[in-house]
């Protein structure tokens, strides 16, 4: 029973469900979690972009509030008055309103002036520091971006920046290590604005933020970018703002719920940002798990790559997704088994019944039954099958009758060919020396000196007739293979270029264009050279005569294969011209002795069946195709000898 077709389709199903099903495990879950991945990859890129515009948009709020300070007349005038107390409450309600962590306005060439904070006045002659003062100093016009501040700096502009900016630094898996154990520098975002009367700068008007632990930018990516997505009681999204690489303003977590302040950034991601300045989007792993992240390196008001922007979403989810895809293709593939072993007993008796009665109808078609009974047409594959078979036992009947058909036609062919031969023969022979005769008779007559010029025409005319009689007699012999066929190893393209040289002066003044386009290194045949030339003369006078002026005759030599039941390799010799074309009620009979179209005096009707003798004398064969109106083409095939298809 294992070896029946039932146990074998049954195991087919089995095995095909089987190794479908591991390859769709494999495959599926392995493009899901790409396409996933990707599409998640795209997101957190463009997500990025959303971070980075936020990002900006906090410096430009900083840029705006003190663009609009420093167009304040009464600003302008409490400063060319040198009133400390106005200006410095001015710079408070600047702070307050724009949110800074710090604020000071200097004269023109950067002496401090006065401070928002608590320290509002500045130490007798105390030249300012900030990066944004220097800046504007250097480059006589507004600047806003980010800039990093030493501790000294930030001390200068308010004491109480210097505790929050100094954040000790945690070793990290995968990240570069760090000599120092903890960071002291703040990053702070923020704009130096020169105030101008007329075209002279009278003071420069600064302030900005502090990023070290703040989280107002981080924040607010998070709620409007991520919109605080949890998944498994965390934050799907997260943000960062990196000074070098260490995190300085993060929604990164602890497992114990505590910002990963301090942690650093992976040595690979932080080789590829911030030390070649190029923008990274793929998995990562950061802090104590993998995300799928994107960073950018972040530009100081000088062009220096001072830090790094951050936005990950965790990859547990996604890996979440794939484990439960599998699961999904898992017992989608049982179910499939199961399915298949129900479906291969089911379908097995179907199949057999039909596949039995054509095992049947086969032995009845070995017994020479070409019409077996197959049964009712099935609507599936075995249907395609049954209808296989009855087309290849319609496909044998029809050749066994086109096989009769054209034996009987080559049959009758040769049946005529070989009763007119033996005619042509026997009447040949029997006027071919009383026709000696008269020629003889009528050349010894013509070259006497006696007779007149009449006489002598009429002497001429017989001598015309009686060597056209001669001509006709002797393609009789040739027809019934009266003469002997002497061949000797020829070139084809040679013989075929010699009957076109004959040709070409008729072809010149009836203006038909004649072409020969020989194959390259056709092997030598051994043919009868003069019989050759004269099969492929009379054809190419036949294309000549059927082509008018500017037509063209178009003869080419190639190799090719027999038309016959035993396909052989052989030469081929095409003669094609764009005459009148060969109808099709003479095609069948262009080949029979004494059959011609043209006028009396003009053809013999012996010229194509004498070739079609010539060339079956040579094992070949002569084929025809034509078309009324757009010319004929005769094909003159040849075999090649033995030695020359080895």
Not at 202 to 224: K, P
Not at 419 to 441: D, K, M, Q, S, W
Request: net charge neutral; charged share 20%.
């Amino acid at each position: 029973m294992f070896y029946s077709c039932r146990a074998k389709l049954i195991t087919s199903f089995l095995g095909v469900s089987l190794l479908v099903g591991l390859v769709s495990v494999y495959i599926g879950s392995q493009l899901l979690y790409r396409r996933v991945l990707n599409e998640a990859t795209n997101r957190i890129s463009l997500n990025l972009n959303s971070a980075r515009r936020i990002y900006q948009a906090r410096v430009d709020t900083i840029a705006t509030a003190l663009t609009v300070a420093s167009t304040d007349g009464e600003f302008h005038s409490s400063l060319k008055k040198n009133e400390i107390e106005k200006l410095t409450g001015k710079l408070s309600s600047i702070g307050k309103l724009a949110k800074l962590d710090f604020a000071g306005l200097t004269s023109s060439d950067g002496r401090v002036i006065c401070r928002f904070g608590p320290i509002p006045l500045p130490r007798e002659g105390e030249m300012s520091e900030n990066p944004f003062v220097l800046y504007v100093l250097r480059q006589g016009k507004s600047i806003s971006g980010t800039s990093v501040f030493s501790g000294n700096v930030l001390f200068s502009e308010n004491p109480a920046l210097t505790g929050r900016a100094v954040i000790p630094l945690i070793p990290t898996p995968m990240a570069a290590p760090r000599e120092e154990n903890e960071e002291t520098s703040g990053m702070t975002i923020g704009a130096g604005i020169p105030l101008l009367d007329g075209n002279r700068t009278i003071g420069i008007l600064y302030g900005g933020q502090l990023l070290n632990r703040s989280q107002e930018i981080v924040d607010t990516v998070r709620d409007t970018v991520f919109q605080n997505e949890t998944y498994k009681g965390r934050n799907m999204g997260t943000a960062t703002i990196f000074l070098k690489d260490a995190r300085i303003s993060t929604n990164v977590l602890f497992p114990d719920g505590s910002r990963a302040i301090g942690t650093l950034l992976s040595q690979s991601v932080r080789n590829y940002v911030l030390l070649n300045g190029n923008r990274w989007t793929d998995r990562a792993y950061v802090v104590s798990d993998w995300y799928i992240t994107s960073y950018e390196p972040i530009m100081d008001i000088f062009g220096e790559r001072v830090g790094i922007l951050y936005v990950g979403v965790l990859e547990q989810k996604y890996i979440d997704m794939r484990k439960k895809a599998q699961t999904i293709f898992i017992l989608i593939t049982v179910t499939g088994m199961l399915v298949a072993v129900g479906m291969g007993y089911f379908l097995a008796h179907n199949f057999m019944k039909p596949i039995r009665t054509l095992i049947t109808a086969s032995r009845e078609v070995l017994k020479g039954n070409l019409d077996p009974d197959i049964g009712p047409i099935s609507k599936d594959e075995i249907g395609v099958l049954q209808k296989t078979f009855t087309e290849m036992l319609s496909s044998i009947r029809e050749r066994d009758e086109r096989q009769r058909e054209e034996c009987d036609i080559k049959l009758l062919q040769s049946e005529k060919q070989a009763a007119v031969g033996r005619l042509a023969a026997g009447v040949a022979h029997e006027i071919n020396n009383p026709l000696t005769g008269v020629l003889t008779f009528t050349h010894m007559l013509l070259k006497r000196k006696d007779i007149d010029e009449e006489m002598r025409s009429d002497l001429t005319t017989i001598a015309k007739a009686t060597e056209r009689v001669r001509l006709i007699v002797k393609g009789l012999l040739d027809f019934s293979r009266q003469t002997v066929l002497e061949t000797e190893p020829a070139d084809i393209n040679e013989i075929t270029r010699s009957a076109i040289q004959l040709i070409e002066n008729n072809a010149l003044l009836k203006g038909v264009n004649l072409h020969f386009k020989p194959a390259e290194r056709l092997p030598m045949r051994t043919v009868g050279r003069s019989q050759i030339q004269s099969v492929l003369l009379n054809i190419l006078m036949n294309a000549l005569d059927a082509t008018e002026s500017g037509g063209t005759i178009t003869v080419t030599t190639t190799m090719g294969l027999s038309s016959g039941k035993t396909v052989k390799k052989g030469i081929e010799i095409s003669v094609s011209d764009t005459g009148c074309g060969i109808p099709p009620v003479n095609i069948e009979r262009i080949f029979d002795p004494f059959f011609t179209t043209k006028e009396v005096g003009k053809g013999t009707g012996i010229g194509l069946s004498v070739s079609y003798g010539i060339i079956e004398r040579h094992g070949g064969s002569i084929r025809v195709h034509s078309t009324v109106g757009k010319g004929s083409t005769f094909r003159i095939w040849l075999p090649l000898e033995v030695n020359d298809e080895e």
